[in-house]
């Protein structure tokens, strides 16, 4: 089946842009997450998301970072008034619930390729 | 606080040499998941690997195998006979086992480069 898609693939924006960036799960999972991977590092923790509830924003960097999930299928995160700091890859996620779904995939995030966001 | 370090930046082979990744945790959790990922030039995570914490025993997976011990914390991952297909960063990550998912923890990474 289809696995994680995410769009746009690239976005260059001007400094103090609004961003929007776009995240389709794998039909079916329930648990949504975001990430966000600067240039030679590992991915870092954003946002979770069950179905439409946003149960953990702790990684978040600053109120400028938005995510909504608002029918439980399709993410959006959106950065407001971007900085140059904001430039990095943001990877999405998506997973089984424990309880649902296969044992197997339990637990296991599956990512899309991540949208490249550059901020001149 | 949960720490994936993984010590070795980049690492270069000759194809079809044997090459092991290093990975050590910190956890304060008695159980957790520790996971392998693969990404290659196209930017996605591929997903190889996950162990449970009470589950030492090793895997073998074709040419990928990993050694898990919990006496020191560490999950290596070890690729045989390598081939240029395997040249990508490797990432190995850790979370915590509770009643929902949970956030994964990742290391830098290793960018591995097989020459042909």
């Known amino acids: 089946g289809a696995g994680v898609s995410q769009s746009p693939r690239y976005k260059v924006a001007k400094r103090g842009q609004d961003v929007a960036l776009r995240c389709d799960p794998i039909?079916?999972?329930?648990?949504l997450f975001w990430y966000q991977q600067a240039l030679g590092q590992g991915p870092e923790f954003l946002t979770y998301?069950?179905?439409?509830?946003?149960?953990?924003k702790s990684g978040l960097p600053s109120d400028r970072f938005f995510a909504e999930r608002p029918e439980g299928s399709v993410s959006t995160l959106k950065i407001q008034r971007t900085q140059q700091e904001d430039s990095a890859v943001y990877l999405c996620?998506?997973?089984?619930?424990?309880?649902?779904?296969?044992?197997?995939?339990?637990?296991?995030?599956?990512f899309g390729a991540g949208t490249r966001l550059s901020v001149l | 606080a949960q720490k994936v370090t993984q010590a070795q930046t980049e690492i270069s082979v000759v194809e079809k040499e044997d090459v092991t990744l290093d990975c050590v945790y910190e956890?304060?959790?008695?159980?957790?998941?520790l996971f392998w990922y693969k990404q290659p030039p196209s930017g996605e995570l591929v997903f190889l690997i996950r162990r449970n914490s009470f589950d030492e025993q090793n895997e073998i997976s074709g040419r990928y195998s990993w050694n898990f011990q919990k006496s020191t914390s560490s999950f290596n991952f070890t690729i045989t006979a390598s081939q240029v297909v395997d040249s990508a960063v490797y990432f190995c990550a850790l979370s915590a086992i509770n009643s929902g998912n949970t956030p994964l923890v990742f290391g830098k990474g290793t960018r591995l480069s097989v020459i042909a």
């Open positions: 996620a998506s997973s089984w619930e424990p309880g649902t779904g296969s044992l197997w995939d339990k637990n296991i995030q599956y």
């Open positions: 998301f069950q179905n439409e509830a946003q149960l953990d």
């Open positions: 039909s079916g999972h329930v648990s």
């Open positions: 956890t304060r959790d008695t159980t957790y998941y």
